[in-house]
């Protein structure tokens, strides 16, 4: 196979094998390999910071860097050539001024060519790009589980990121990215080494989403049940997607009183579920669904939207220059939002949102949300005599992504046929699968839970630590819990490695298992922790209801 890139780092991955000519995303060879060559530097840059932090002279500016730049190579946040051309020449800076910084000290990587290599030119870092990513492993379980933490790492990047942008850090998550970066060099690893890796990855997972949990609902207010209408109004309107909170308290801050709305979009959503964004009149509602409709959804919404996070899909030129990318997504000839002295200055989009027409109505209605941890722990009395008087029989943990491959309407198809003394807990956007659809409640508890972002899973971890906890359980897995649970990209790989580690077993993913999973791999994931993927409907539930 002649490769002009390699990537199979999320659900899409062309052929169940890989992407290789240009990604199914819709990333280009150049740009792919180039984020693989940004990972490449990262290592080196973890690996100098790690020794000056031993003479107290590491720089926060290398975690930030490596924070960044991962978060940035997630699927669907950055295509963007000249992010990655820039971003490259300035980690080489930046490692050179901390190599400089610890050339009197010995240590294990100071001749290695992640510390050595240097590239002038665009031309120059094509040339490294394209042999530095996965491929260059030759032993496929190796290549499989090195990726598996690299993605791993990627995903727990994001939440970190997220926290950080709110002012909430934690060393021993910074620590343990640089450290585990830098191990993926070691060749010398056995796979034995290599899976007990891949489960600390999964444990400092559970620490970086329980960090950004705290840094959430400290900052924006605990989760409370929301209505949130699903319809337009006659105002001219911003629309805002991906999960940065902060960007949208911002945006929120500058549009107020301006007549202009916001509207949330895909990732977004959950906004509405926190107290300290109700106080904003034009908080409009939610437009639309998942991220892989917006090419038809950002069409009719008429006014600027602005992307904080992934999911972007390359965008029509139709709409084009009504994008703005206000974070770490970009697209080449999108217009970006800089920060500027830890503000972002939204000016320019309001006075384009002025200009244009008012949303086109997609639907109408209210859907309902905001079961986080402190919602369900509130009803965990209710939720308790609803199982023992056997009016609540299973509970279905059916958090992750949605995606626009046609297999994925298994899930509608599963939540519409679940048997009606069954709930649904959700979070991520896999939830536009059946959150619309009418599923009634049991005694008041509805029977899709929304906790929120894929960035709030962790909740879904602790509602199964308290259930155990209130039914004097020995092991999480003995509760009436089921996991079947959609993926698309590394969040969900960060997710899948924390419940691992959280000891939660027979979890099934889909619609299919990862592509960077080796045929050896998956027998350790099945035979240690009953993994599985999906079938076909009426077999997975008579398999989960058992
Ligand atoms: Fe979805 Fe995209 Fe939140 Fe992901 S919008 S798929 S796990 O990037 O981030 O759930
Ligand atoms: Fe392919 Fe997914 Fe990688 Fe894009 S992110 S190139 S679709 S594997």
């Known amino acids: 196979m002649s490769n002009a890139m390699f990537c199979y780092q999320c659900q899409e991955a062309a052929r169940g094998l890989g992407c290789n000519v240009r990604g199914v995303c819709g990333k280009t060879a150049d740009v792919a390999n180039l984020q693989d060559l940004l990972i490449y530097l990262m290592k080196g840059i973890a690996a100098a910071n790690i020794k000056a932090k031993e003479i107290q002279q590491d720089e926060d500016a290398a975690v ?15 295509f963007d050539r000249d992010y990655f051309l820039a971003k490259i020449a300035q980690g080489l800076a930046l490692r050179d001024k901390l ?85 993926t060099v070691d060749e010398e690893l056995t796979v034995e080494q290599l899976l007990d890796l891949v489960m600390k990855t999964g444990q400092t997972g559970v620490k970086a989403m329980a960090l950004l949990d705290k840094a959430n609902t400290q900052t924006y207010g605990h989760p409370e049940i929301s209505k949130v209408n699903l319809g337009v109004r006659d105002n001219p309107a911003i629309l805002i997607s991906g999960h940065d909170l902060k960007d949208l308290e911002q945006l929120l801050e500058q549009t107020k009183g301006s007549g202009v709305d916001v509207y949330t979009h895909g990732e977004m959503l959950p906004a509405h579920y926190y107290p300290a964004f109700k106080k904003y009149d034009n908080f409009a509602g939610n437009y639309g669904n998942a991220w892989w409709r917006q090419d038809k959804e950002f069409e009719s919404f008429n006014g600027p939207v602005i992307l904080t996070t992934n999911c972007l899909i390359p965008p029509k030129d139709s709409y084009k220059d009504r994008v703005y990318a206000a974070n770490i997504v970009g697209f080449e000839g999108v217009k970006r939002i800089e920060e500027k002295d830890g503000k972002k200055d939204f000016s320019a989009v309001i006075e384009h949102a002025k200009k244009c027409p008012p949303p086109q109505a997609l639907e109408q209605g209210e859907i309902v949300g905001g079961f986080a941890h402190n919602t369900v722990f ?65 005694g008041g508890i509805p029977r899709v839970l929304d906790a929120g972002q894929c960035n709030d899973r962790y909740s879904l971890a602790l509602i199964a630590l308290k259930l155990k906890e209130a039914f004097g359980l020995d092991d999480v897995n003995k509760l009436p819990v089921s996991y079947n649970i959609a993926w698309y990209e590394q969040k969900a790989v960060i997710v899948l490695l924390a419940l691992l580690s959280l000891g939660v ?39 989960f209801m058992g």
Not at 64 to 78: R, S
Not at 387 to 407: L, N, Q
Not at 513 to 539: Q, R
């Open 378 to 442: 509130g009803l965990a009395d209710k939720v308790v005599d609803a199982v023992k008087s056997g009016a609540i029989k299973r509970f279905f943990v059916m958090a992750g992504c949605d995606g626009r491959m046609r297999s994925r309407e298994y899930y509608t198809e599963f939540a519409s046929k679940l048997p009606r003394d069954t709930v649904i807990l959700t979070a991520g956007c896999a939830k536009y699968r059946y959150n619309k659809l009418d599923l009634g409640d049991i």
């Open 64 to 78: 930030e860097f490596i924070v960044d730049g991962l978060f940035a190579t997630i699927t669907n946040a950055n």
């Open 99 to 183: 190599k400089q910084k610890v050339q009197l000290r010995d240590y294990f990587y100071k001749r290695h060519d992640i510390m050595e290599w240097t590239a002038s030119s665009p031309e120059e870092m094509d040339q490294k790009a394209a042999q530095v990513g996965f491929m260059s492993i030759p032993d496929q379980n190796i290549r499989s589980l090195k990726a598996m933490i690299i993605y791993g790492l990627k995903g727990m990047a994001a939440y970190y990121k997220h926290a950080l942008v709110l002012g909430y850090s934690d060393e021993e998550i910074a620590d343990f990215i640089q450290k585990t970066l830098v191990a």
């Open 505 to 543: 077993k027979n979890i099934h993913l889909g619609p299919t298992l990862p592509a960077f999973v080796s045929p050896a791999v998956k027998d350790v994931l099945i035979e240690k922790f009953g993994l599985a993927t999906i079938t076909d409907v009426e077999n997975d539930l008579k398999l």
